[in-house]
């Protein structure tokens, strides 16, 4: 089956294919996985799809891991063959299928809302936990294991970071065209607009860009992540392109950043780029290890009232009233939907909207989730939660153990600057969802890289290259 998402859309998801084999055919493995993972990510259409009977919609966000499999077959069998999906951290991800597999089975009663209009949500089969549960093997654990077989080297790490950057250079003349004109990008190529409510680009007495990508929200933390990686790049002095200085780029990247007007993303940009520029590489390991812990307490922390909403709302109303009062709508759905989920707190309320509040007259949903953490805690319980967190944090674990095992410093900034990439892009599912899944290629990579590097072998290819 096929999404109603037009005839150029249907086309450039089938092309994704063709480019991935050209990709392989004409690079190194983990450069052309690179390149098709964020070319995709950054100009595919959203929303677009194709359906198999028993299986997840196939989307940006899945169609490239399989094609990046297929070509890695044919060009370097043996990184994929080696890697033994499930023997990795991944093993995560198919703990969320089983995990899933006891959310239907504890959902299996009918729920019925209203007394003057009747909402009725199914119970779940064993087939409705199984597809949420491989939804979750195909957006978070295959990309992770995607990125863990192909990415080895201290090549493959700089190919990885200069691939970002040198996309997110490309993308800032798509950004400039949107501040001007507003977000039609998608329209005009596609036919169609990702995201309907037109006041969400409305920003600071202008447009926010969306260009390719779901929302503005998630185009600024991609802008965030490329600006984090391109300081890392100027530390060590690495060029993108021989035009660019990379300390010229770096900043530049930074104000393309503002410009994106994404007020949650801006302040991790003041947080993190100084950090990577002026910290060494210990504070920083600091810094990701003390947010990651953070986002993983952050459902209990806020269940026993430790979280300092008044605080953080106080902030947020100093920057604008606007921003504190939508921080406000958060908090206030977040509690209300975290009373429920503690019903069901292991194993979660499953599909359907049953993690949802409804109205007891008219039968209508009455939240609305925003943050991830409480979208898999509501539906998949502490388990999904968990499992899902800990995937993407597990290569700041690997860090902590290793680091002092890779013996060059440019390897060492590198590898922290895509350690914070991940870490914050976590602690930005506490109030946002996961708008595309490529932190978890991203976490994958650097697990491989960081086993690879700290490895005997590593460190003998590292002296003797």
Known sequence: MIGAQGTVATIALILILPFTLFLFAGQRPGRAAALATFGVVLFAPELA?????SLPQFTKETIPYFCIILGALMQAPRLILRGRFG????????ASLVGTIFTANGNKDVLVYGSYITTVLPGMSLNDGLAMGMTDVFKLGIPFFVGRALFKTSRDLEDLVRVIVGYGVVYCLFIAVE??????MHSWVYGYVPHQDFLQVLRWGGYRPVVFMTHGLALALMMFHVTVLATALAKVKITVWKVLKPKTLAAGLFVVLILCKSTGAILFGFMVVPLVWFGRVKSQLRFATVVGVLALLYPA?????LVPVRTVLSIAEAISPARAESLNFRFE??????????ERVLFGWGSYGRNSLYDPEMGKPVTITDGQWIILLGTRGVVGLVCAFGLALYPVYQLRKRLRLIADRKDQILLMALGLMVTMGVADLIPNSLFNNYPYFVAGALSGIIKYLSSAKGRAVAVNP
């Open 87 to 94: 023997f990795g951290p991944e093993v995560l991800a198919i």
């Open 333 to 342: 759905n977040e509690e209300v939907l975290l009373e429920k989920a503690r």
């Open 49 to 53: 799809y194709f359906k198999l009977p």
């Open 179 to 184: 501040l001007r004109l507003s977000p039609q």
């Open 301 to 305: 922390l806020q269940a026993a009232d």
